[in-house]
């Protein structure tokens, strides 16, 4: 018998004795962990398993002179998506490689009380190819799911360590050889579909115990010979078994220690985020107060027609409740207000609080309040409540839906006149800021740190003036030394020339006018400094009818670059810009995006992007972005994609309010693809107070 299979039937045994001394144990929790690649799974290898739907789990994991920091969101309950940043120390003839990369895992089928669960994935399949792998795998749970074993075949980097020939040579003899690895930096970025479950094969398996509630043991078989790391860096890799234990501090962290290839020791942790748990799930909003019998309406005296005492007390009581009114009016039985809602991201509660406090301050002769919400003063949808519905059903079991089927939502093209003393109107702030730069090959992570003033003047209802400034008080963005190399109009890659401007900096001075074409449309008019690097005027037309999943835009714009060097001058780079945009609510909280048209760099092509948005505003997204660049054109990375993150401030902190702490990550920034950044693009603005988006969040209602 050859020699390496006695090798791989002695690893094998030993897997089995180890497999049989865990079924004597005993212990309490599901054995299903996140491997050092951030990903379901043992130690390195990959498992059959998925972690809770909609959570995002941060893992790092130390080796000596190799970092990986992995992100990792379950996309759906079956598929789920890693991002990567990874630090090798000395890779590079003693240069250490800084790569950055993205996975996909999918499981194919569930477990059964008969069949293991199965999946499929692809690893590091659009960065440098340092990962690359490819992979098939299946998992069974046993002992009430205390013990998981699991086994597969890998491709790439899974098929190095006690490979054999392609098995799915027999289709194809395409599948029997696997291309070379990247080693041009300008063809990183790019799906190697040519090398998706190609070349040689190998296969690995392991067993995840769940001791105790808090420690879980694994030991695998790994297919990963570390080729790479071993001849550049010195790794020593003795054998395919590894070993690992993790240890749950928390709920939410993990602390882990392994062994690699029976000589390199690591230690790393992993962060579970739920979006779905907020740190204080039931809100620290202030109570409505409850809904006064109509008798005691009755008995205040308090008479219709009586404009001006009305409209006193409900703006009073309003702005108790953190909502603003514009505009009152009443006809019959009707009392009509326009309100603008600055505290409550969900729409549903901010309409159930502003019609139980009309019913608790306006005359009992009025039967029905008609409610139109406003952003930036544009009217955009219209609620009407029955008086005898909101008694009705305050205390009834069912009462957020049906409160939903009895209220009647409408278009509201048109508003009500706004009240004397409604406008202007002056909003400022002074807030801390930070702003980032990630991954450049100097020090991965540069921030500033500043001050902030923000200064928004709304003239009339639809027209403002904005104005963001702000000054760094310290950090590292002016300390990137790297020049663009970039073939194309520098839109973007010049961004640390910006970063180098001392003294107060003029983000945004905008002068922006929202209206209503017509029903189903809205219309918005922008003129000045959008962002740090581009001003202009900008126009956009988005319909978008009340109720529908459906919107679509339009938007054009002119605009010149901004002088790195001055406050408000202008380069010579002008360029004509925009998009048509499709815009669709899947359902279940999915959002995709499509916008096509023309980019900075005066490139046409389109940005796809696909979000899943939970019910308390937390968003976890992705994109990309093709044009008429090539490839090579554009450079490293080779096109622009990116995930995006934005967590609402009452998420953190339980207060409502409409802020959000957003980021987006991109591996690399260049010139291609790029887009101005414009802080109130229309279907954002108005998406919250469509119908279709309200049904969602109605539960709040009564909050």
């Given at each position: 018998?050859?020699?390496?299979?006695?090798?791989h039937?002695?690893y094998?045994?030993?897997l089995?004795?180890w497999?049989?001394?865990?079924i004597a144990?005993?212990?309490?929790?599901?054995?299903?962990?996140i491997?050092?690649y951030?990903?379901?799974?043992?130690i390195?290898?990959?498992s059959?398993?998925?972690?809770?739907?909609?959570?995002?789990?941060w893992?790092?994991?130390?080796?000596?002179d190799?970092?990986?920091?992995?992100?990792h969101?379950?996309?759906?309950?079956r598929?789920?998506?890693?991002f990567?940043?990874s630090?090798?120390?000395?890779?590079?003839?003693?240069?250490?490689?800084?790569d950055?990369?993205?996975?996909v895992?999918?499981?194919m089928?569930?477990?059964?009380?008969?069949f293991?669960?199965?999946?499929i994935?692809?690893?590091?399949?659009?960065?440098?190819g340092?990962?690359?792998?490819?992979?098939?795998v299946?998992s069974?749970?046993f002992?009430?799911?205390?013990?998981t074993?699991s086994g597969?075949?890998?491709?790439?980097?899974?098929?190095s360590?006690?490979?054999?020939?392609?098995?799915?040579?027999?289709?194809d003899?395409?599948?029997?050889t696997?291309?070379?690895?990247?080693?041009?930096?300008?063809?990183?970025g790019r799906?190697?579909f040519?090398?998706f479950?190609?070349?040689d094969?190998?296969l690995?398996?392991?067993?995840?115990?769940?001791?105790?509630?808090?420690?879980?043991?694994?030991v695998?078989y790994?297919?990963?010979?570390?080729?790479?790391?071993?001849k550049?860096?010195?790794?020593?890799?003795?054998?395919?078994?590894n070993?690992g234990?993790?240890y749950r501090?928390?709920k939410?962290?993990?602390?882990k220690?392994?062994?690699?290839?029976?000589a390199?020791?690591?230690?790393?942790?992993?962060y579970?985020?739920?979006p779905?748990?907020?740190?204080?799930?039931?809100g620290?909003?202030?109570n409505t107060p409850?809904?006064?019998?109509?008798?005691?309406?009755?008995?205040?005296?308090?008479?219709?027609g009586?404009?001006?005492?009305s409209?006193s007390?409900?703006?009073?009581?309003l702005k108790?409740q953190?909502?603003?009114?514009?505009s009152?009016?009443?006809?019959?039985?009707?009392a009509?207000?326009v309100?603008?809602?600055?505290?409550?991201?969900?729409?549903?509660?901010?309409?159930?609080?502003?019609?139980?406090?009309?019913?608790?301050?306006?005359?009992?002769?009025?039967?029905?309040?008609?409610i139109?919400?406003a952003?930036?003063?544009?009217p955009?949808?219209s609620?009407?409540?029955?008086?005898?519905d909101?008694?009705?059903?305050?205390?009834?079991?069912?009462?957020?839906?049906?409160?939903?089927?009895r209220?009647?939502?409408?278009?509201?093209p048109?508003?009500?006149?706004p009240?004397a003393?409604?406008?202007p109107?002056?909003?400022?702030?002074?807030?801390?800021y930070?702003?980032?730069?990630f991954?450049?090959?100097?020090?991965?992570?540069r921030?500033?740190?500043?001050?902030?003033?923000?200064?928004?003047?709304t003239?009339?209802?639809?027209?403002?003036?904005?104005?963001?400034?702000?000054?760094?008080?310290?950090?590292?963005?002016d300390?990137?030394?790297?020049?663009s190399?970039?073939?194309?109009?520098?839109v973007?890659?010049?961004?640390?020339?910006y970063?180098?401007?001392?003294?107060?900096?003029i983000?945004?001075l905008?002068?922006d006018?929202?209206f209503?074409p017509?029903?189903?449309l809205?219309?918005?008019?922008?003129?000045?400094?959008f962002?740090?690097?581009?001003?202009?005027?900008?126009?956009?037309?988005?319909w978008?009818?009340?109720?529908s999943?459906?919107a679509?835009?339009a938007e054009?714009?002119?605009?010149g670059?901004?002088?790195?060097?001055?406050?408000?001058?202008?380069?010579d780079?002008?360029?004509?810009s925009?998009?048509?945009s499709?815009y669709?609510?899947?359902?279940?909280?999915?959002r995709?995006?499509?916008?096509?048209?023309?980019y900075?760099?005066?490139?046409w092509?389109?940005?796809?992007?696909?979000?899943?948005?939970?019910?308390?505003g937390?968003?976890?997204?992705a994109?990309?972005?093709l044009?008429?660049v090539?490839?090579?054109d554009?450079?490293e990375?080779?096109f622009?994609?990116?995930i995006?993150?934005?967590?609402?401030i009452?998420w953190?902190?339980?207060?409502?309010?409409?802020?959000?702490?957003?980021?987006t990550?991109?591996?690399i920034?260049?010139?291609?693809?790029?887009?101005?950044?414009i802080?109130?693009?229309l279907?954002e603005q108005?998406r919250?107070t469509?119908?279709?988006e309200?049904?969602?969040?109605?539960?709040?209602f009564w909050?």
């Open positions: 018998m050859p020699e390496t299979v006695k090798s039937l002695r094998m045994c030993f089995c004795c497999t049989a001394a865990a144990l005993s212990a309490g929790a599901q054995a299903d962990g491997s050092s951030g990903t379901p799974g043992l390195d290898m990959p059959a398993t998925a972690t809770r739907d909609g959570t995002l789990s893992t790092t994991s130390l080796l000596p190799h970092t990986r920091n992995s992100l969101f379950q996309i759906t309950p598929l789920s998506g890693v990567r940043y630090i090798l120390r000395g890779y590079d003839q003693n240069e250490d490689r800084f950055r990369s993205f996975d895992h999918y499981l089928r569930e477990e059964s009380a008969q293991p669960a199965l999946a994935g692809l690893r590091d399949f659009g960065g440098t340092l990962f690359a792998s490819e992979y098939l299946a069974k749970h002992l009430d799911s205390r013990l074993v597969g075949i890998g491709w790439g980097r899974l098929g360590f006690g490979r054999f020939s392609n098995p799915l040579g027999v289709i003899d395409r599948f029997d696997r291309p070379g690895p990247i080693r041009d930096i300008n063809e990183t799906v190697s040519n090398h479950f190609r070349g094969a190998a690995f398996g392991g067993i995840e115990y769940q001791a105790s509630e808090r420690l879980r043991l694994a695998e790994s297919s990963d010979a570390y080729t790479e790391e071993v550049r860096m010195g790794f020593e890799h003795r054998t395919p078994l070993f234990l993790d501090a928390t939410n962290l993990t602390f220690a392994f062994v690699i290839g029976g390199q020791a690591g230690f790393g942790l992993t579970v985020i739920d779905r748990a907020p740190q204080f799930p039931g620290i909003e202030r409850a809904l006064m019998p109509q008798a005691d309406i009755v008995a205040l005296g308090w008479k219709a009586d404009i001006d005492s409209r007390r409900l703006s009073r009581a108790v953190g909502l603003d009114l514009e009152y009016a009443e006809s019959d039985t009707t009509r207000v309100l603008a809602n600055p505290t409550y991201p969900n729409i549903a509660e901010a309409l159930g609080r502003a019609a139980r406090v009309m019913a608790n301050t306006l005359p009992a002769a009025l039967s029905t309040f008609e139109t919400l952003v930036e003063g544009m955009t949808s609620s009407t409540f029955r008086r005898a909101l008694h009705t059903l305050e205390t009834a079991w069912d009462g957020s839906w049906q409160s939903f089927v209220a009647d939502i409408a278009d509201a048109t508003r009500l006149a009240d003393g409604s406008y109107r002056l909003n400022w702030a002074l807030t801390p930070y702003s980032t730069e991954f450049d090959p100097d020090n991965p992570l921030i500033d740190f500043g001050a902030q003033a923000s200064l928004h003047y003239l009339a209802p639809g027209v403002s003036l904005t104005a963001v400034v702000r000054q760094k008080a310290f950090g590292t963005l300390q990137s030394t790297r020049l190399d970039s073939v194309l109009p520098h973007r890659s010049d961004a640390a020339l970063d180098k401007f001392s003294g107060p900096r983000s945004i905008t002068a006018y929202l209503r017509a029903s189903a809205y219309g918005r008019l922008s003129a000045g400094y962002e740090a690097m581009f001003a202009g005027v900008s126009g956009e037309l988005l978008y009818p009340q109720g999943r459906l679509l835009g054009l714009n002119y605009l670059q901004r002088d790195p060097e001055s406050r408000l001058g202008l380069t780079y002008r360029v004509a925009g998009h048509l499709a669709y609510d899947f359902g279940q909280g999915y995709g995006e499509i916008d096509a048209g023309r900075l760099a005066k490139d092509g389109a940005t796809i992007s696909f979000d899943r948005e939970f019910d308390n937390f968003r976890v997204g994109f990309f972005t044009t008429d090539s490839f090579d554009f450079g990375g080779s622009d994609k990116g995006r993150l934005s967590i609402p009452s953190l902190s339980g207060e409502p309010g409409r802020g959000a702490l957003s980021q990550v991109r591996p920034q260049r010139d291609g693809g790029a887009r101005v950044e802080a109130n693009r279907y108005v919250g469509n119908e279709s309200m049904q969602n969040q109605w539960g709040k909050r």
